[in-house]
C-alpha cells in the first residue's frame, strides 16, 4: 500500500541535507509551510539555499530559520516586507547572499524545472541590471533574456488537504508558489490542514496529483497570520 | 490640480467593460473603487486572483484571501484562484488588457523606473513590477508629477535603475493626463483645472507636445 504520509515533522524532514535548495511555498503568510520550515531547526541542516517570495516576516517560520544561521543564500523577488527585520539584520551584516529575481520569472523558472525545460527566454528584465550578464536575443524584434530552470532538492508546501497518495488541495490565495514548488524538487513535502481519504477528494478537485509529493504531514494550526 | 482620489476616478474614468486589470500598490489600488457598479471590470492579483472585489469589513477578514500588498480582500461571484506560473503567464502572455503602476520616473520614451531608488540601494526587492510592466497589454502610470521635492518624475531618460524599457503608454498625474508617444514623446491630453500648459512644462524634465 502506498502512504506518504508520516507521523511527525521530523520524519517529513528526514534526509534534508547541508546545503541544500529548499524551496518554500507561500506568499507572505498565506499559505507558507511554517511549522515545516521551522522543523529544519531541529532537523539541523546548514548552509541553506532558499528559494521562496519573500525573506520572512516576525520572529517565525523562515525568519527564524535564518536567525538560527542555516540559510547560505535567498533567492526572492521581494525580501523586504513589513517585519522583515532578521532578514535586513543578516543582509546588512553581510551574513546572507541575496538573488533578486522578478516574481513571473522565479515561478517560471520553477515551473520549467517541474517541466523539464532547461532554460526560456522572457521579456521580463530585458534593459534592467537584474538582466546583467544573462544572454540576451531579439524575438519579434524584442529582446528576451535568457533564464535557466531552478530546481530544488525540497520543496515544502503548504495544502488545505492531503491524502496518502500525495494529491493535494489549497485554499484561496495560499495556492500562489505551492503547486508549481512540489513539481520543482526531488523532495516534495507537504504540511496539510486536513487529511482525507483516497478518493475523498473528488478528482476533478485535485490541484496538486500524488506524482508530484513525496510525504505528507498533518498539522494544527489556525489561520494564516491568525 | 487633482488630489490622489481624483487622479485615480480619471483612470477608472478610462478603463471600459471587460478589460482585466492589474492595479499596482498605492493610487492604482484606488483605481477600484471609481470604477462604477454596474461597468465589469475584473480585477487581477498577481498572487493568483481574477474577480478580486474591495477590502472586507473588518469583521468579516478571511485570512486565507490576500491582494498582492498582502491586504485582506473579497472575492467577486465569478473569481477564480490559481498557481503563481499561470497568474504570471497570463501577464506575459498578454492577457492582462492593463496595469496600473506607480512610478518613480517615467522617461518619454516610455522606460518606467518604479523599483529601486538607487543603484546602491542595499537590499532591492523587485516583487512583480518588471513581470508587469513588461508583459500587460498596456501601462499606465499614476503618480505625482513632481518629487516631493519639487523634481520633475517626467524625464528625458530615467535617473534610477530601469523596471522595463518602453513600457508606458499613459501618465495621470496631479496636473495632467499625458500619452507617451513611440517617436514622439509626451503628448498632453488633458491639463487640470486652472492650469496652463506652461505651468505643466515648467515641471516636466523633457517636452511636452500637444495635438493641437
Not at chain 1, 514548488?181 to 475523498?200: F, I, N, P
Not at chain 2, 480619471?10 to 478603463?15: L, M, N, S
Request: proline fraction near 5%; charge should be neutral; aromatic fraction near 6%.
Amino acid at each position: 500500500m502506498i502512504n506518504k504520509i508520516v507521523a511527525s515533522i521530523a520524519e517529513a524532514l528526514q534526509g534534508v541535507k547541508d546545503g541544500a535548495t529548499v524551496l518554500m511555498g507561500g506568499f507572505g503568510a498565506v499559505g507558507q509551510p511554517d511549522e515545516l520550515i521551522e522543523g529544519l531547526i531541529e532537523q539541523g541542516a546548514r548552509d541553506l539555499v532558499v528559494v521562496a517570495n519573500n525573506a520572512g516576516a516576525g520572529k517565525v517560520g523562515l525568519a527564524k530559520l535564518m536567525e538560527a544561521g542555516r540559510v547560505r543564500k535567498i533567492i526572492c523577488s521581494f525580501p523586504r516586507s513589513a517585519g522583515s527585520t532578521v532578514f535586513e539584520e543578516l543582509y546588512r551584516a553581510g551574513r546572507l547572499e541575496l538573488e533578486i529575481v522578478p516574481q513571473g520569472t522565479l515561478a517560471e523558472r520553477m515551473r520549467a524545472a517541474g517541466a523539464g525545460i532547461a532554460a526560456f527566454w522572457t521579456p521580463t528584465a530585458a534593459g534592467t541590471k537584474l538582466a546583467q550578464g544573462k544572454e540576451v536575443r531579439d524575438f519579434g524584434g524584442r529582446p528576451h533574456v535568457m533564464e535557466y530552470a531552478l530546481k530544488g532538492d525540497v520543496a515544502l508546501v503548504e495544502a488545505w488537504e492531503g491524502d496518502r497518495w500525495g494529491n493535494l488541495t489549497y485554499r484561496e490565495s495560499g495556492r500562489n508558489f505551492n503547486p508549481v514548488m512540489a513539481t520543482a524538487a526531488d523532495l516534495t513535502v507537504a504540511q496539510v490542514h486536513h487529511l482525507r481519504e483516497l478518493g475523498e477528494i473528488a478528482p476533478d478537485h485535485i490541484h496538486t496529483p500524488g506524482i508530484f509529493v513525496n510525504r505528507v504531514v498533518r498539522v494544527h494550526r489556525g489561520h494564516p497570520w491568525s | 490640480m487633482w488630489n490622489r482620489t481624483q487622479m485615480a476616478a480619471r483612470v477608472a474614468q478610462d478603463i471600459p467593460e471587460g478589460w482585466f486589470v492589474n492595479l499596482g500598490i498605492g493610487i492604482p489600488t484606488m483605481v477600484a473603487d471609481h470604477v462604477p457598479a454596474e461597468r465589469e471590470v475584473i480585477l487581477h492579483s498577481e498572487n493568483g486572483i481574477l474577480g478580486m472585489g474591495p477590502a472586507p469589513g473588518k469583521d468579516k477578514v478571511n485570512a486565507w484571501l490576500v491582494n498582492a500588498g498582502k491586504q485582506p480582500v473579497t472575492l467577486r461571484p465569478g473569481g477564480s484562484f490559481f498557481h503563481h506560473a499561470d497568474s504570471f503567464g497570463m501577464i506575459r502572455g498578454g492577457h492582462i488588457d492593463l496595469c496600473v503602476l506607480g512610478a518613480f520616473e517615467v522617461a518619454e520614451n516610455g522606460d518606467i523606473a518604479n523599483w529601486a531608488t538607487s543603484e546602491n540601494d542595499s537590499a532591492p526587492a523587485v516583487g512583480g513590477a518588471m513581470d508587469l510592466a513588461a508583459g500587460a497589454k498596456r501601462v499606465w502610470v499614476t503618480m505625482e508629477h513632481t518629487t516631493k521635492d519639487g523634481a520633475p518624475k517626467l524625464v528625458e531618460r530615467c535617473s534610477y535603475p530601469l523596471t522595463a524599457m518602453g513600457a508606458v503608454q499613459r501618465i495621470y498625474t496631479n496636473l495632467a493626463v499625458v500619452e507617451v508617444v513611440p517617436g514622439r514623446g509626451f503628448v498632453v491630453k488633458e491639463i487640470a483645472p486652472g492650469l496652463a500648459l506652461a505651468d505643466i512644462q515648467a515641471k516636466t524634465g523633457a517636452r511636452l507636445h500637444t495635438d493641437g
